[in-house]
C-alpha cells in the first residue's frame, strides 16, 4: 500500500474508532451540567488540567518518544517497550510523593480531598498511554480504535454509575476514569499480548538515554502547552473582576465553554493518530516535502469548513450539551465558545506542524515555538481576564495559539518547505472571526448570516480539498 492510500486508510480506521467514542465524551457533558454545579465542575477541570500538566513531566514526554522509537524499524520493540514502562513507572513513584503536598499551596488548594484519587488517576492514565501507544507503534490500527470505543463505552458506564446514580461528584469522574483505564489496559494486555514484550532482560540502558535525549526538549514543549490551558483557569479563579465574577464557578463555566470545541478536535484527532505515523514513517523519503504540503493543505481546508459549519449551529448545540435546567448560570456558555472553537483549529494546525519537528528530530524548536505561545497567553490573561472576564481567557487563548502557529509555519517551512497559502489562510480567520463577532453582537438573523459566511468559507477551501483528496486517493 503507498504512502497516500495508507494515510487515507488508517484515518478510515481510527474513524470508526475515534468518532462514535468522542462524541459520547462530549454528550456526557450532559450529564455533568445536570448533576453538578458549576464550583464542582470548574474542579474537575483544574484536576484535568492538572492531569495534562503534570503527566509529560513524569512520564517524561512518553507519548512522543514511545511512538517515535516504536515505529522505527532499527529498534527492538521488546526493549522499547519494557524500557518505557520502567521509565513511566519511575516516573509515577516520584509524582506519587510530591502531588500530597500541592494542596498546602493556595494556588493549588483544588487537590484537597482529592490527592490519593488523582494519583491513581494519572497513573492509570500514564499506563494506558503506554499500552495504547506502543499497539499504534505495532501499526495495530484497529485494535487501537477498537481498544477506544470500549474505554468510553466503560467510561460512560462508570460515570452513569458514580455521578447519576450515587451523586459522587468530583470523586466520581476520578473512578471512573481509573477503572475505564484499567479495563483498557487489561484489554490491550490480553489483545495485543503485550506480555511477551515485557522482562528485565529487555531494559536497554543505551536505549532509556537515548530516548531521554529525544525527549528532554519535547517536555518543556508539552508543559508549555499545558501551561497555556492550566493558566486561564488559575487566573480565572485566583483574579478579582470590578466587572465580571470569577472564581471556581466561572472556571467551570469555561471548561463547558471548551467543550464544545472539542468537536473541532475531534476531526483533528481523527486525522491526526493516521497522520503522525506518517509523518515519522516518511520523514526521509525523497517525496517528502510535496506529500507533507498535499496533507497540510486538505486538512487546513477541512478544519476550516469544520468551524465554519460549527458556528452556524454554536448556538443551539451548546443549550443542547450545556442545559442551564438546573444551573441556570450555564445559560451564557454559549457566549464564550465561538472564539475558542476559532482558537482550537489554530491549535491543531500547531499540532501538525509539531508532528513535522518529531519527525525530523528538531524537538527544540518545539520547544520556542511552545514558549511563544505560553510568553503571549500569560500575561494577556493578566490584563484580559480583569477587564473582560472569561471572554478575556478566550482572546488570550485565541492570541498565543495564532501567533504560535505563524511562529511555526514560519520555521517549519524552513526545514520542511512545503507549499502554504498564507494569504488564504488569513481570509479563512477573518471571516470565522466575523462569524464570532456576528454571534456576540446577537445580530438578528445570525443563522442566515453565519451561512452566508460559511459559504465564503466552503468557497475558499472546497477547490483545494477535492484537488488534494483526489489525488491522495487515485495517486499509485
Same mark, same amino acid.
Given at each position: 500500500?503507498?504512502?497516500?492510500?495508507?494515510?487515507?486508510?488508517?484515518?478510515?480506521?481510527?474513524?470508526?474508532?475515534?468518532?462514535?467514542?468522542?462524541?459520547?465524551?462530549?454528550?456526557?457533558?450532559?450529564?455533568?451540567?445536570?448533576?453538578?454545579?458549576?464550583?464542582?465542575?470548574?474542579?474537575?477541570?483544574?484536576?484535568?488540567?492538572?492531569?495534562?500538566? @503534570?503527566?509529560?513531566?513524569?512520564?517524561?514526554? @512518553?507519548?512522543?518518544?514511545?511512538?517515535?522509537?516504536? @515505529?522505527?524499524?532499527?529498534?527492538?520493540?521488546?526493549?522499547?517497550?519494557?524500557?518505557?514502562?520502567?521509565?513511566?513507572?519511575?516516573?509515577?513513584?516520584?509524582?506519587?510523593?510530591?502531588?500530597?503536598?500541592?494542596?498546602?499551596?493556595?494556588?493549588?488548594?483544588?487537590?484537597?480531598?482529592?490527592?490519593?484519587?488523582?494519583?491513581?488517576?494519572?497513573?492509570?492514565?500514564?499506563?494506558?498511554? @503506554?499500552?495504547?501507544?506502543?499497539?499504534?507503534?505495532?501499526?495495530?490500527?484497529?485494535?487501537?480504535?477498537?481498544?477506544?470505543?470500549?474505554?468510553?463505552?466503560?467510561?460512560?458506564?462508570?460515570?452513569?454509575?458514580?455521578?447519576?446514580?450515587?451523586?459522587?461528584?468530583?470523586?466520581?469522574?476520578?473512578?471512573?476514569?481509573?477503572?475505564?483505564?484499567?479495563?483498557?489496559?487489561? *484489554?490491550?494486555?490480553?489483545?495485543?499480548?503485550?506480555?511477551?514484550?515485557?522482562?528485565?532482560?529487555?531494559?536497554?540502558?543505551?536505549?532509556?538515554?537515548?530516548?531521554?535525549?529525544?525527549?528532554?526538549?519535547?517536555?518543556?514543549?508539552?508543559?508549555?502547552?499545558?501551561?497555556?490551558?492550566?493558566?486561564?483557569?488559575?487566573?480565572?479563579?485566583?483574579?478579582?473582576?470590578?466587572?465580571?465574577?470569577?472564581?471556581?464557578?466561572?472556571?467551570?463555566?469555561?471548561?463547558?465553554?471548551?467543550?464544545?470545541?472539542?468537536?473541532?478536535?475531534?476531526?483533528?484527532?481523527?486525522?491526526?493518530?493516521?497522520?503522525?505515523?506518517?509523518?515519522?514513517?516518511?520523514?526521509?523519503?525523497?517525496?517528502?516535502?510535496?506529500?507533507?504540503?498535499?496533507?497540510?493543505?486538505?486538512?487546513?481546508?477541512?478544519?476550516?469548513?469544520?468551524?465554519?459549519?460549527?458556528?452556524?449551529?454554536?448556538?443551539?448545540?451548546?443549550?443542547?450539551?450545556?442545559?442551564?435546567?438546573?444551573?441556570?448560570?450555564?445559560?451564557?456558555?454559549?457566549?464564550?465558545?465561538?472564539?475558542?472553537?476559532?482558537?482550537?483549529?489554530?491549535?491543531?494546525?500547531?499540532?501538525?506542524?509539531?508532528?513535522?519537528?518529531?519527525?525530523?528530530?528538531?524537538?527544540?524548536?518545539?520547544?520556542?515555538?511552545?514558549?511563544?505561545?505560553?510568553?503571549?497567553?500569560?500575561?494577556?490573561?493578566?490584563?484580559?481576564?480583569?477587564?473582560?472576564?472569561?471572554?478575556?481567557?478566550?482572546?488570550?487563548?485565541?492570541?498565543?495559539?495564532?501567533?504560535? *502557529?505563524?511562529?511555526?509555519?514560519?520555521?517549519?517551512?524552513?526545514?520542511?518547505?512545503?507549499?502554504?497559502?498564507?494569504?488564504?489562510?488569513?481570509?479563512?480567520?477573518?471571516?470565522?472571526?466575523?462569524?464570532?463577532?456576528?454571534?456576540?453582537?446577537?445580530?438578528?438573523?445570525?443563522?442566515?448570516?453565519?451561512?452566508?459566511?460559511?459559504?465564503?468559507?466552503?468557497?475558499?477551501?472546497?477547490?483545494?480539498?477535492?484537488?488534494?483528496?483526489?489525488?491522495?486517493?487515485?495517486?499509485?
Amino acid at each position: 500500500m503507498n504512502k497516500y492510500k495508507k494515510l487515507v486508510f488508517n484515518t478510515g480506521i481510527f474513524a470508526i474508532g475515534t468518532f462514535g467514542s468522542k462524541i459520547l465524551i462530549i454528550l456526557l457533558t450532559r450529564l455533568y451540567a445536570h448533576n453538578m454545579d458549576s464550583v464542582n465542575n470548574g474542579i474537575k477541570d483544574l484536576l484535568e488540567t492538572m492531569l495534562l500538566f @503534570l503527566q509529560p513531566v513524569f512520564t517524561f514526554a @512518553l507519548q512522543e518518544y514511545l511512538i517515535r522509537f516504536g @515505529l522505527d524499524k532499527d529498534y527492538d520493540k521488546r526493549e522499547v517497550f519494557t524500557t518505557s514502562g520502567v521509565i513511566t513507572l519511575t516516573g509515577m513513584v516520584v509524582m506519587a510523593l510530591i502531588v500530597p503536598f500541592l494542596h498546602f499551596i493556595p494556588l493549588f488548594s483544588f487537590f484537597s480531598g482529592y490527592g490519593i484519587l488523582f494519583i491513581l488517576y494519572v497513573t492509570m492514565s500514564s499506563i494506558r498511554m @503506554l499500552c495504547q501507544n506502543f499497539v499504534r507503534s505495532r501499526d495495530m490500527v484497529k485494535l487501537f480504535s477498537l481498544d477506544g470505543i470500549l474505554a468510553t463505552l466503560t467510561f460512560f458506564i462508570f460515570n452513569v454509575m458514580f455521578i447519576m446514580w450515587l451523586g459522587m461528584g468530583v470523586k466520581g469522574f476520578l473512578l471512573a476514569v481509573i477503572l475505564s483505564d484499567s479495563c483498557s489496559v487489561v *484489554f490491550l494486555c490480553i489483545a495485543a499480548r503485550l506480555r511477551s514484550f515485557i522482562g528485565a532482560e529487555y531494559f536497554n540502558k543505551a536505549l532509556a538515554k537515548e530516548m531521554m535525549h529525544f525527549a528532554v526538549p519535547l517536555i518543556p514543549t508539552i508543559v508549555m502547552w499545558a501551561v497555556t490551558s492550566l493558566s486561564d483557569r488559575l487566573f480565572i479563579k485566583q483574579m478579582h473582576s470590578d466587572y465580571h465574577q470569577l472564581g471556581e464557578g466561572a472556571v467551570g463555566i469555561y471548561y463547558f465553554a471548551n467543550m464544545i470545541p472539542r468537536l473541532i478536535g475531534i476531526v483533528s484527532t481523527i486525522f491526526f493518530q493516521a497522520w503522525s505515523m506518517s509523518a515519522i514513517t516518511e520523514s526521509n523519503s525523497a517525496d517528502r516535502n510535496n506529500f507533507y504540503g498535499k496533507v497540510y493543505n486538505t486538512y487546513e481546508s477541512i478544519m476550516f469548513i469544520a468551524a465554519a459549519a460549527l458556528l452556524v449551529i454554536i448556538k443551539p448545540v451548546t443549550t443542547f450539551l450545556v442545559p442551564a435546567d438546573k444551573h441556570i448560570e450555564y445559560a451564557g456558555v454559549y457566549v464564550y465558545t465561538p472564539i475558542l472553537v476559532v482558537a482550537a483549529v489554530f491549535m491543531c494546525f500547531s499540532q501538525f506542524l509539531g508532528s513535522i519537528y518529531s519527525a525530523i528530530k528538531r524537538p527544540q524548536n518545539s520547544f520556542w515555538t511552545a514558549l511563544v505561545a505560553c510568553g503571549i497567553n500569560i500575561p494577556m490573561n493578566f490584563f484580559l481576564i480583569p477587564v473582560w472576564g472569561i471572554q478575556g481567557a478566550a482572546v488570550a487563548t485565541f492570541l498565543s495559539y495564532v501567533i504560535s *502557529f505563524w511562529a511555526r509555519i514560519i520555521d517549519a517551512r524552513y526545514y520542511v518547505p512545503f507549499r502554504f497559502d498564507g494569504l488564504k489562510n488569513l481570509l479563512n480567520m477573518t471571516v470565522l472571526l466575523a462569524m464570532s463577532g456576528l454571534l456576540l453582537a446577537d445580530v438578528k438573523l445570525y443563522p442566515l448570516w453565519a451561512l452566508i459566511l460559511a459559504a465564503v468559507i466552503a468557497a475558499l477551501n472546497y477547490k483545494a480539498l477535492l484537488v488534494t483528496v483526489n489525488k491522495l486517493l487515485k495517486r499509485s
